[in-house]
């Protein structure tokens, strides 16, 4: 699937599901925007990859947790390329393992600034400087569609957004712009809880799938591409589980 002329800016891409993501669109032949909040090793790492293997790539900062940084990545993005095709919101933030009766409020605030309030600001910018047939998309996760113990405060924090895909859909398909969520599964190389669990819980995980095996990062940017593509002009609202036919 070509992306060529595309460009596409992908929050928290300098590593994990992001920078997959950032990479597939690359390799398809977009221009992509990798978007950090602090660290900009990883950032410029995945830059310079893309750049060495022929592609175009830029790296801008912006805590997405403030609405202030959201609205600068979007004018820098734009004076950098001219143009959005493809939005992917996925910079988020994991807190697992935790009861519902130990979390503070501190740790919802804390989640809530980036996986809440950030991602439905990054989403009103990119429906506000899409261009018309772009492609938006929300980086949810399988949480929200089957609760676990020690998950509530991030499946809680994620479904907002989630939600707003469905509302968001609906007032932009007259511009031809297809919004949609993609709800992963426990994925290797995405975060803490994935990256931090013991290989025997790892294949418990596992076997209650119907495709026995975790899943990759490269899963997910299988679907983002799809999403991303011509492919999915007709496939809007929707909530696409990236799950090996399991539930969480």
Known sequence: MSLQEKVALVTGSGRGIGRAIAERYAARGAKVVINYASNSAPAEEAVGKIVREGGSAVAIQADIAHVDDIRRLFD??????GRLDIV??????ELVAQSVLDFTEADFDRLFAVNAKGAFFTLQQ????IADNGRIIYIG?????FPLPGRALYGGSK???QFLVQVLAKEVGHRGVAVNSILPTAIVGAGVFTDGV????R???KSFRPIQRMGTVEDVADAAEYLASNLAGFVSGQHLMVSGGGPA
């Open 141 to 145: 996760t399988s949480n929200t569609a």
């Open 88 to 93: 992917v919101a996925n910079a988020g933030i």
């Open 159 to 161: 479904i907002a957004a």
């Open 198 to 201: 013991r290989s025997e819980v």
């Open 76 to 81: 820098k993005a734009l004076d950098t390329y």
């Open 203 to 205: 294949e418990f995980v």
């Open 126 to 129: 990119a429906a506000r400087h």
